[in-house]
T-cell receptor
Framework: GENVEQHPSTLSVQEGDSAVIKCTYSDSASNYFPWYKQELGKGPQLIID?????GEKKDQRIAVTLNKTAKHFSLHITETQPEDSAVYFCAASNSQGDDKIIFGKGTRLHILP | NAGVMQNPRHLVRRRGQEARLRCSPM?????VYWYRQLPEEGLKFMVY????????ESGMPKERFSAEFPKEGPSILRIQQVVRGDSAAYFC??????????FGSGTRLTVV
């Protein structure tokens, strides 16, 4: 089955700097890669996603890249702000299959003042 | 258009009791998924259901756990004879397919 690895587990960046979180996946059948943000006591919130027919996607300060050959994908947050502090999860899914999402273990992002 | 509604938000059960967790999907969503999250860990898939059908239950323990999504009403995740190790946050998500999940706020189960 699919296995998603995520690094780092904790990341501290100065406010205004960029943050990068990296993930790898194992199943070449995976074709949908969402990123979720989870704040304390809340459910995961989808912040951006990318499908396997696209190499890069950007939404304001957030961008994702996907390298299908190497089976890795990354989240980039630029100009970080205090409200970006949260736990971020990468995930992979085969949307042509049963759609279940396999999550990485998460990255706790701290934005330092 | 309300999001995915889960209740209760918090549930405390004594060892050996039953826990029933409810999930109402977003309007128009016919796919429901349940995930479990242990402290400081990612979400682990448990079960995928469509109306009146279990599509994939490969992530659900074979004993004590069951799930249903009846023709009318919410999806139910039932845990019988709860043990301390069942303490976790249980999240429901719904979808129209093609991968995009919308998650509820979760039910935090504490077994005492």
């Amino acid at each position: 089955g699919e296995n998603v690895e995520q690094h780092p587990s904790t990341l501290s960046v100065q406010e205004g700097d960029s943050a990068v979180i990296k993930c790898t996946y194992s199943d070449s059948a995976s074709n949908y890669f969402p990123w979720y943000k989870q704040e304390l006591g809340k459910g995961p919130q989808l912040i951006i996603d990318i499908r396997s027919n696209v190499g890069e996607k950007k939404d304001q300060r957030i961008a994702v890249t996907l390298n299908k050959t190497a089976k890795h994908f990354s989240l980039h947050i630029t100009e970080t702000q205090p409200e970006d502090s949260a736990v971020y999860f990468c995930a992979a899914s085969n949307s042509q299959g049963d759609d279940k999402i396999i999550f990485g273990k998460g990255t706790r992002l701290h934005i330092l003042p | 258009n309300a999001g995915v509604m889960q209740n209760p938000r918090h549930l405390v059960r004594r060892r050996g009791q039953e826990a029933r967790l409810r999930c109402s999907p977003m309007k128009g969503h016919s796919h429901v998924y349940w995930y479990r999250q242990l402290p400081e860990e990612g979400l682990k898939f448990m079960v995928y259901l469509q109306k009146e059908n279990i599509i994939d239950e490969s992530g659900m323990p074979k004993e004590r756990f069951s799930a249903e999504f009846p023709k009318e009403g919410p999806s139910i995740l039932r845990i019988q004879q709860v043990v301390r190790g069942d303490s976790a946050a249980y999240f429901c998500a719904s979808s129209v397919g093609q991968g995009v999940h919308t998650f509820g706020s979760g039910t935090r189960l504490t077994v005492v």
